[in-house]
Structures are given as C-alpha cells and as structure tokens.
C-alpha cells in the first residue's frame, strides 16, 4: 500500500515559515496530482495547493499568495513552501495523492 511521508511541521512564530515534504513512491510521484490539504479544529479540510505531474498548480483562496507548491521529481517530493504564517494556518496538514492516498497528517501550529 502506497504510503506518502511527511514532515516538516512544527511550532513557529506568526510571521515565520515553514516548509513541508512530502516524499512518494516514483509510481506515485509521476502519476497523480500531489497536494496539501489542512483541516483546523473545528472546520472541514481544505485544499492548500496542489500540483499535476506536469506541473499546474492550484491554489487554495486562502493561502495565495503566501504559500509556494514544488515539486522535485530526483527525489519524488512534494514540498509546501509557507511563508508570512498567520495564527488561522495552525493547522493538521495532510500531503495527498489523488483523492485516494493520504498521508497521515503533520500539524503546523502558529503562535501570535
């Protein structure tokens, strides 16, 4: 069973940024789109961004502008470049391949 494997959460500052992997098998990597999704307490989940293996990249509204998706295909990753976090991304994200392989989700906690 495909597995996809996150990292790079963690606790940062309002302002700060934080980027996020998300590594794949080669299979995977080549066929499907990879995106981030995150889900807050509370709320449902929502798309962060997401990539196709050519390339197009889809941003979720509320993170334009602000967050960077890339792909680097010599390592089968996925990565969420984050930037001027505010305390509403304090989240669980979760790297997706299609709508059937999930990982099982890194949380990302700003604080003010």
């Known amino acids: 069973q495909e597995q996809l494997v996150e990292s790079g959460g963690g606790v940062v500052h309002a302002g700060g940024s934080l980027r996020l992997s998300c590594a794949a098998s080669?299979?995977?990597?080549?066929?499907?789109?990879m995106g981030w999704y995150r889900q807050a307490r509370g709320k449902q989940r929502e798309l962060v961004a997401d990539?196709?293996?050519?390339?197009?990249?889809l941003y979720g509204n509320s993170v334009e502008g602000r967050v960077t998706i890339f792909r680097d295909s010599a390592k089968n990753t996925v990565y969420l470049q984050m930037d001027s976090l505010k305390f509403e991304d304090t989240a669980v994200y979760y790297c997706?391949?299609?709508?059937?392989?999930w990982g099982q989700g890194i949380q990302v906690t700003v604080s003010p």
């Open positions: 997706a391949a299609g709508s059937d392989i």
């Open positions: 990539i196709t293996p050519g390339g197009h990249i």
């Open positions: 080669r299979d995977t990597f080549d066929h499907y789109v």
